[in-house]
């Protein structure tokens, strides 16, 4: 794949924020490629660390599969599992080999007491307005989450107030 030079960008300063221990926000509009920067940024780290803990990736519904498809396309050596429905397998969460669990924000908040309990290497938020109001369960759920590296995306980081960014 050929990355233009603001994704190159935009993945540099991702792997500042992963080794200096900074969670951060990657604000940037929509179709530009936050997926695929944050996909190889997770690349990196994996790599890097040779880390075994898993991964969690939050997003909207409409877009798991999305998220699906292109980390098998662009990580493809990176076991991924869409964990939503009924069906879902907590047994996962004891693997040996890390894999990238894919949900939902509602999805997190209903699992919280098996989530909370796994020590992720990276938690990602996809739409990250979607813990703006720092008082909704979907948000202190989110934050009850334990991960080393904690990225949020948005295009839309402040609609109406600072207080939303604050709690991104």
Partial sequence: ?????????????????????????????MGLGK????????????????SMQHSLVLAPKSVLLHWERELQRFFPDMSVYRYQGPARLRSLF???????FITTYSTASNDLQYLADVPFLFIVLDEATYI??????RAKSVKALNGAHRLALTGTPVENRPQELWSI
């Fill in 35 to 50: 997926t695929l920067q944050t996909i190889c940024l997770m690349r990196l780290g994996y790599e890097s660390a040779m």
């Fill in 132 to 137: 703006k109001n720092p008082q909704s369960k």
């Fill in 94 to 100: 004891r693997s040996a080999e890390p894999i990238v």
């Fill in 1 to 29: 794949i050929q990355l233009r030079p603001y994704q190159r960008a935009g993945i540099h300063w991702l792997e500042w924020l992963y080794k200096n221990h900074v969670h951060g926000i990657l604000a940037d509009d």
